[in-house]
């Protein structure tokens, strides 16, 4: 008989060494220090170098999650990888894989953008309660840099780089309370990182269209419009599936995107400032990687503690948002 109930028994986190604050960064585009924080909350963020991958980053993390949860990487049955900017466009996933060691396990690319996380944490889930798989490590990487237009102060004071990581088990008891995910694609251009193409002439009569892909183009206030509305929402969704109230809340644990968001969605809930997890002042928004990237550093400082009730919220491109809420460890 099957384990059919879910633990997430280890988490890791891995940053680029190069920092970027807000001072430094109004060399290099008309802004301030006060103008960032004022209007984000951050004050720094990391930034990947060239020689920096984002399969490094993510093995990184891996490793640090594997070792939390005390197995091996050759347990592993699988591996999913919440990107939007893998190193190859045909998918990160295998060759962290094969960077970890990971022989049985199987890897792939999930895309949802900063809803990443959550959606593959639910993923993931769906495996082990079926009994197809034990132990699955899910990663929320991203380099956010390499797309972002640094002449544009919309957008380049919000971007930084990182990868988290966390492990899901087979259980006795399910930790994961319940969940609930959303897309709208009518809401699709308000945030892109768009093919940007140019036409080429094969033959007289065959034209194709080559390129790459533009920078990051993001309408502020909409997006901010969509995840204070849209957020308090879903974890309410997620709440009722859970049959729990805000109030058996530990932590909040939202997407890290921009410090007013965290704070309106929690004064909306009515959850407190002492449990809204934020980091955002350090790293800036690491897109699919700032949940697990938030939720490792809890840990490790000893915040969250085993058995302790998170509700996690990711919100962004697609437009997709989600939430979930589980126990922290077995």
């Not at 400082?301 to 509700?311: A, E, F, P, R, S």
Request: net charge negative.
């Amino acid at each position: 008989m099957h384990n059919l109930g879910i633990a997430i028994t280890g988490s890791g986190s891995a940053l680029p060494a190069t920092s970027l604050d807000n001072q430094t960064l109004s060399r290099l585009v008309e802004t301030s220090d006060e103008w960032i924080t004022t209007r984000t909350g951050i004050c720094q963020r990391r930034l990947a170098s060239p020689t920096d991958s984002l399969s490094m980053l993510a093995t990184s993390a891996s490793t640090q999650a594997i070792a939390s949860a005390g197995i091996t990487a050759a347990d592993l049955d699988l591996i999913i990888l919440a990107t939007s900017t893998p190193d190859d466009l045909f998918g990160s996933a295998c060759k962290i894989q094969a960077n970890l060691g990971a022989t049985k396990a199987v890897a792939f690319d999930l895309t949802a953008a900063c809803s990443g996380f959550v959606f593959g944490l639910v993923t993931a889930a769906q495996y082990i309660r079926t009994g197809a798989y034990q132990n699955v490590l899910l990663i929320g990487a991203d380099i956010l840099s390499r797309w972002v237009d640094w002449q544009d102060r919309r957008t380049c004071v919000l971007f930084g780089d990182g990868a988290g990581a966390v492990v899901l088990q087979a259980n006795e008891s399910d930790r994961l309370l319940g969940f609930s995910l959303h897309s709208d694609g009518t809401q699709n251009h308000y945030l892109n990182l768009a093919y940007q193409a140019s036409d080429q002439e094969l033959l007289p009569d065959i034209n194709i269209a080559q390129g790459t892909y533009q920078p990051i183009t993001m309408n502020g206030k909409e997006v901010y419009r969509f995840a204070v509305q849209r957020v308090p929402e879903v974890i309410d969704k997620a709440l009722f599936k859970a049959n729990l109230s805000i109030d058996q809340i530990d932590w909040l644990l939202l997407h890290q995107a921009n410090q007013r968001i965290l704070d309106a969605v929690a004064q909306r809930l009515n959850i407190p400032q002492h449990k809204v997890i934020s980091n955002l002042a350090n790293y800036g928004n690491t897109s699919a990687a700032s949940i697990p990237i938030a939720l490792d550093e809890a840990v490790r400082q000893g915040k969250i503690q085993l058995n302790d009730t998170i509700v996690a919220s990711g919100f962004g491109a697609g437009l997709t948002w989600g939430a979930a809420i589980f126990q922290w460890g077995r």
